[in-house]
Structure formats: structure tokens, C-alpha cells
């Protein structure tokens, strides 16, 4: 009758044991995909900040052209710039019309990268937290493992307490409620 006993309890801890080591490869499989979503995520950011630089640079660029051409302007210049006011004007205004454009194209970029760095702060919580709940279920492993070598009860319980830890990281990854 004993040894029945026995048998059922180790038939117990292989089967948790095993179904310990299904959780570790799903959530391992979780770190995975939440740590690259947060690499390509920094990698699109960094594109979208470098768009965004190389527009301020254009805009900039013009804004020194309108502001030499406004200069040469006041400064009265010869007969021939006053003949040719009519097409100063119209560049002027094409200068002052691209700078608003790439305002308006650096403020949308800007959101975008913003958006970015919000996703892959999300992204790399997610992998932390899945990282976590991965580090309890291997310590449950461990011990459920001890357990069955050394045909201790106790360390299987302590074992099965243990992947209560993964499960509270493994739903506040998924949740993000800690």
C-alpha cells in the first residue's frame, strides 16, 4: 500500500514536471518575440529620428536662405535687385512655404518616432517581466526535479508554491498591471 502511494506521488511530480518544462518553453518563446519587437522598434526609432534631423536640417537650410535673401532686401541693394522684386518675392514665399511644410513633415515624424519609443518600452517590459516569470518556473523545475531524486515531498510543494511566482509575472506581462 506504501509503495502505491509512492508511485502516485512520483507519477505527480513527472507530470508537473512536465508540464513545468511546456510553461518554460512557451514563456521563453515570449522573451523572444517581446526582445526582438524592442530591437525593431529601436532600430525604426533611430531611422525616424534621423528623418526627422535630416528635415530640420533642409528647413533650416531654407530659413538661413529666407533670412539672407529679407537681409539683402533691407539693406536697399541696386536698381537691378528692385527690378527683379517681383521674382525675389515669389522666392521668398517659396522659402517660407517649404519651411512650413517641413515643419508640419518633422512634427508628424516626431510623433511617429515618440510612438516608437513607446512600443518598445512596452515591448522590453514585456520581455522583462516574461524573463521573470521564467526564472520562477526554472527554480520550480529545479526543485520538483530535486524532489523526485530525493523523495522528498516538501521540496516538490515548495516547488509547486514557487510557480506562483511565474504566473504572477507571466499575467503582468501580459497585462502590465505591476
Known sequence: MGESKQDRWMTWVALSTAILAVLAAVTTLYIGKYSSRAILMQGQETNQWSYYQ???????????????????????????????????EQALNRYKTTIKRYDKEKAEIKAKAEEMSKQKVLAQDRAGNYGYSLIFLQIALMLSSIA???????????????????LFFFLDAIYLFY
Not at 532686401?73 to 525675389?88: I, P, V
Not at 523526485?148 to 511565474?166: C, Q
Open 54 to 88: 535630416s528635415k530640420s536640417i533642409k528647413s533650416y537650410l531654407y530659413e538661413i536662405q529666407a533670412e539672407n535673401m529679407e537681409m539683402e532686401q533691407t539693406e536697399g541693394g541696386s536698381k537691378n535687385q528692385k527690378a527683379n522684386s517681383g521674382r525675389f
Open 148 to 166: 523526485a531524486l530525493t523523495k522528498k515531498k516538501p521540496l516538490w510543494y515548495l516547488g509547486m508554491a514557487t510557480s506562483i511566482g511565474w
